[in-house]
């Protein structure tokens, strides 16, 4: 077994936003993008079988901090004060192979390199849900699960038509 040897993983979020009848929907989706750099193994590769969606929503105002909270077994939970529901969020499922059979999963950790933003507008996608095995499987693939909270920021002022955009990073420990 290997140990302190890291694997980063870029994930690219987008953003959707459109004005509705004075209103705000908005999508929202994270897709893993190209690339692991690893110690452990020549070559990673990033399968993307179901991309975290925060869903499609109207945003009645940003008077007040509201969360789309998206789990690892694809419970949702939403502020419906300040939210209406168009289409349902999901959780994000990524098939990582590459890595040794049978190396043990020391940890994973996703942090938010920057916020969802356009025009001036942010959101931000925190306190990251996350499902994953102990070990890698006999054919050198780990099944990664990403649920996390995107929140409004409160200020009162309309969110900007158009996609958002952002980062985080995954870093995981063998």
């Known amino acids: 077994m290997l140990h ?23 999508a929202l989706m994270i897709f893993i993008m190209a690339a692991c750099v690893s110690h452990e193994a020549a070559a990673q590769t990033v399968t993307t079988q179901q991309a975290l969606y925060f869903g499609e929503w109207v945003f009645y105002n940003n008077n007040a901090e509201y969360e789309i909270v ?8 939403f ?21 040794t059979p049978g190396a043990e999963v020391i940890s994973v950790v996703v942090t938010q390199a920057s916020p969802l ?30 649920g996390g909270v995107a929140n409004t920021t409160a200020t009162g002022v309309s969110y900007v038509d158009g996609i958002y955009t952002g980062s985080i990073d995954v870093d995981i420990t063998f």
């Open 4 to 26: 302190g040897c890291r694997v980063n993983v870029l994930i690219q979020i987008v953003l959707e936003v459109y004005f509705m009848c004075k209103n705000v929907m908005i």
């Open 70 to 77: 998206v789990n690892t077994n694809g419970d949702f939970t």
């Open 79 to 99: 502020d419906s004060n300040g939210l209406v529901l168009l289409t349902e969020p999901r959780e994000g499922i990524y098939d990582i192979d590459g890595y």
């Open 117 to 146: 933003t356009k025009g001036g507008s942010t959101l931000t996608v925190d306190d990251f849900r996350l499902d994953f095995p102990q070990y890698v499987d006999g054919d050198g693939h780990i099944i990664l699960k990403v």
